[in-house]
């Protein structure tokens, strides 16, 4: 007997006239848009100029697009190039369908792209955006819910997601809604982040490195969760053996940046300064003024002393002796 259950939503789209309003495309802008939000936020505090993360992010983010949507393509291409499948499905992204591994990969090109005509290095600016793309990750996985995918086993507990979709050979019924396992796990990820990076001033991409290797560990077990179809390589998922894989290659990243490059950068963005953006020469002009207010204030008590000795010999000249 179902005494509870997370509701699936009716339908994943809503028509404004001609215009079709996905559930899943607004999980992704609205993920955007936190990450650059928490991301400028982060890099203004390590002394880089505001707006700087939202201009590399014009390179990063369709280039992780592109990725994420061919790596779901290429793992799982017997969807859209099988006998009776059509191929056109495989650039419709609003449906659903990107893969985290190709969209951090193909992401990075992009930032490093954007990072590079800027003169900024990328490991910095990755250690900037990492809890806000954790936290982009757990918004964008309730678009999962909206196109009642990904699912885990069956199950009755109380937080069972209701799947009420026949379409691709779904099966009606209650599961285990994986979509907000992982969604709950990339927020403790984020938050895990930005407490690491705080205690031990992570540097270097060493803090994206942690966001990698701890989001790793949860999505291998979510994966494991996992019903859908899925390739399979020595009993394993897919997904599976490429988190494995990815969690070792960031721990290693850490542990040999830590030797070889100890600290945090102490610039991160060219002519500005480590007080939170102020360029060189704002911070010039400060010094200015205060140069020349400290000028003004020496002049003042020379004016000062001079009075008192021109007073003194006023007075020693009429002999007139104070008591």
């Known amino acids: 007997m179902e005494l509870a259950y997370i509701p699936s939503p009716s339908r994943g789209v809503i028509h404004l ?40 992010a014009v390179w990063a983010v369709p280039f992780g697009l592109v990725g994420g949507r061919l790596y779901h393509v ?22 659903g369908g990107l893969g985290i591994w ?35 990750q757990a918004i964008g996985r309730w678009g999962n819910w909206f196109n009642q995918e990904l699912y885990g086993r069956e199950t009755d507990v109380p937080w069972a997601l209701k799947i009420t979709s026949s379409t691709d050979g779904r099966v009606p019924g209650t599961y285990h809604p994986t979509f907000l396992y ?10 895990l982040v930005i407490w690491a990076d705080r205690r031990f001033k992570l540097g270097h991409g060493r803090a994206f490195a ?11 077990w979510v994966e494991y969760m996992r019903v859908d179809d899925a390739h399979h390589i020595l009993g394993l998922r897919l997904n599976n053996w490429t988190a494995l894989i990815v969690f070792l290659l960031a721990v290693a990243y ?13 610039v ?13 020469g704002d911070a010039d ?39």
């Open 17 to 56: 006239g001609p215009i079709p309003l996905r559930g899943y495309a607004f999980c992704i802008i609205i993920g955007v848009f936190v990450a650059v939000w928490l991301g400028n936020k982060r890099w203004i505090a390590r002394g880089g100029r505001s707006g700087t993360v939202a201009d590399i």
């Open 74 to 95: 290429i793992t799982d291409y017997e969807l859209y190039f099988s006998e009776g499948r059509d191929w056109v499905d495989a650039l419709k992204i609003w449906e």
């Open 102 to 136: 190709g969209a951090i990969a193909l992401g990075a090109l992009g930032a490093w792209i954007g990072c590079r005509r800027r003169g900024i290095p990328l490991p910095a600016y990755a250690d900037a955006v990492a809890p806000g793309i954790a936290l982009a």
């Open 182 to 191: 992982e969604s709950l796990w990339c927020i403790g990820v984020a938050v």
């Open 210 to 220: 942690l966001y990698v290797a701890s989001y790793c560990v949860g999505r291998f």
């Open 254 to 266: 850490i542990v040999i940046s830590a030797k070889k490059r100890p600290g945090r950068e102490a």
């Open 268 to 280: 991160v963005e060219p002519g500005a300064s480590a007080s939170g953006g102020e360029t060189e």
């Open 285 to 323: 002009a400060d010094s200015a003024t205060e140069s020349k207010d400290e000028d003004a204030k020496g002049k003042a008590e020379e004016d000062v002393e001079d009075d008192v000795k021109d007073e003194v010999k006023d007075e020693a000249g009429s002999g007139t002796k104070k008591t």
